[in-house]
C-alpha cells in the first residue's frame, strides 16, 4: 500500500505570492491533518478534514486554507506569503480521525524570500 | 491554551542503555500522543494513549491522565532510535498541541 505522498517537495516564493501544498492519503484513509513545523514555533497543527470538511483548526490566520477532495486528497493554501511561513508543512493521513494511528508524509519544505 | 512541556530536552546514551521521557500537560486531554521524527525528517506515529499502558517492541508509554503526565520508555537503546521525540495533546478544544520535543542522540 502506498504511503502518503505530499508535492511539490521543496519550494521557494517570495514575500507576497501564494503557494498551494498537495497531499494524496493512504487509500482508503479519510482523515488528513496538516501540520507545520518551524525551528521557533516547533510543531503546530493547521487542521484536519474529514469527508470533504475541516473538522478542526488551529491557531492559524485566515491566510491559511485548505480543502478536501472526494477522493480524500487535500490541498492547502497560503496566501499573502510572509517571511514567516517558511516552514516544513506535514500532512498526516489516517482512517477516521487524528485520534488513532496517523501517517506521516514526506513533507514539503517551503522557504518564502 | 494548553502547555506541554517535555523532559529532557536533549538526552545522550550510549547504545543498549535505558531511558524514561516525559510529557507534563497543564490541564485536562481527550487525547494524548507520542511521535518520532527521525533524523531525516520523517515522523511517525508511535502511541495513541489517552491513559494506561501501551508496548511496542522495545517502547512503551504510560499515560497518568488524572496527574497530567505521560511516560515515554525506551528499552536497549539502538542507534535507529535517534531522533526527536514529540508528545502531543488534545484538550477539550481539540487542537491538537505539540510539545518542544525532546532530542535523543543513541552512540555505538
Known amino acids: 500500500k502506498a504511503g502518503v505522498t505530499q508535492t511539490p517537495r521543496y519550494l521557494i516564493k517570495t514575500r507576497g505570492q501564494q503557494v498551494t501544498l498537495s497531499c494524496s492519503p493512504i487509500?482508503?484513509?479519510?482523515?488528513v491533518s496538516w501540520y507545520q513545523q518551524t525551528p521557533g514555533q516547533g510543531l503546530q497543527f493547521l487542521f484536519e478534514y474529514f469527508s470533504e470538511t475541516q473538522r478542526n483548526k488551529g491557531n492559524f490566520p485566515g491566510r491559511f486554507s485548505g480543502r478536501q477532495f472526494s477522493n480524500s486528497r487535500s490541498e492547502m493554501n497560503v496566501s499573502t506569503l510572509e517571511l514567516g511561513d517558511s516552514a516544513l508543512y506535514l500532512c498526516?493521513?489516517?482512517?477516521?480521525?487524528?485520534?488513532?494511528?496517523?501517517?506521516f508524509g514526506p513533507g514539503t519544505r517551503l522557504l518564502v524570500l | 491554551g494548553i502547555q506541554v512541556e517535555q523532559s529532557p530536552p536533549d538526552l545522550i546514551l550510549q547504545e543498549g542503555a535505558n531511558s524514561t521521557l516525559r510529557c507534563n500537560f497543564s490541564?485536562?486531554?481527550?487525547?494524548l500522543q507520542w511521535f518520532h521524527q527521525n533524523p531525516w525528517g520523517q515522523l511517525i506515529n508511535l502511541f495513541y494513549i489517552p491513559s494506561g499502558t501501551k508496548q511496542n517492541g522495545r517502547l512503551s508509554a504510560t499515560t497518568v491522565a488524572t496527574e497530567r503526565y505521560s511516560l515515554l520508555y525506551i528499552s536497549s537503546s539502538q542507534t535507529t532510535d535517534s531522533g526527536v521525540y514529540f508528545c502531543?495533546?488534545?484538550?477539550?478544544?481539540?487542537?491538537?498541541?505539540f510539545g518542544a520535543g525532546t532530542t535523543v542522540t543513541v552512540r555505538a
Open positions: 502531543a495533546v488534545e484538550p477539550s478544544d481539540y487542537k491538537l498541541s
Open positions: 490541564d485536562s486531554v481527550n487525547n
Open positions: 487509500s482508503g484513509h479519510r482523515s
Open positions: 498526516a493521513s489516517s482512517l477516521y480521525s487524528l485520534r488513532e494511528t496517523q501517517y
